[in-house]
């Protein structure tokens, strides 16, 4: 059974960092691309970072480019989004994904499109 776990969300001040993690189970991780979307209420489901594999260039949306840092653990079968800076529009749920298709979706998660996990929380405000 194919299961990814966000954790690490929460309230945060503006200025402030939080480090996301997603543990996942029941799939050959090291054959899949990984990425975080996140989704505000009111506003589509958009990529924020995917990474291939260790090696290599991660992919960062604009607007979290300098902010925030995507990683993965092979043997931990774990991806990471370390966000700092936060500001109060990163404010959403953030979802991983397995592996990422697209660079926005109406609505996430979409079990039709990979492997999703249920989300965490991300609230920056003061």
């Known amino acids: 059974q194919v299961q990814l776990v966000e954790s690490g969300g929460g309230l945060v001040q503006p200025g402030g960092s939080l480090r996301l993690s997603c543990a996942t189970s029941?799939?050959?991780?090291?054959?899949?691309?990984l990425g975080w979307y996140r989704q505000a209420p009111g506003k589509e489901c958009e990529l924020v970072a995917r990474?291939?594999?260790?090696?290599?260039?991660?992919y960062y949306a604009d607007f979290v480019k300098g902010r925030f840092t995507i990683s993965r653990d092979n043997f931990e079968k774990t991806v990471y989004l370390q966000m700092n800076s936060l500001k109060p529009e990163d404010t959403a749920v953030y979802y991983c994904?397995?592996?990422?298709?697209?660079?926005?979706?109406?609505?996430?998660?979409?079990?039709?499109?990979?492997?999703w996990g249920r989300g965490t929380q991300v609230t920056v405000s003061a």
């Open positions: 994904n397995a592996p990422p298709q697209r660079s926005s979706y109406d609505r996430c998660p979409r079990n039709e499109n990979g492997y």
């Open positions: 029941g799939f050959t991780f090291t054959d899949y691309e």
């Open positions: 990474i291939i594999s260790i090696v290599g260039s991660p």
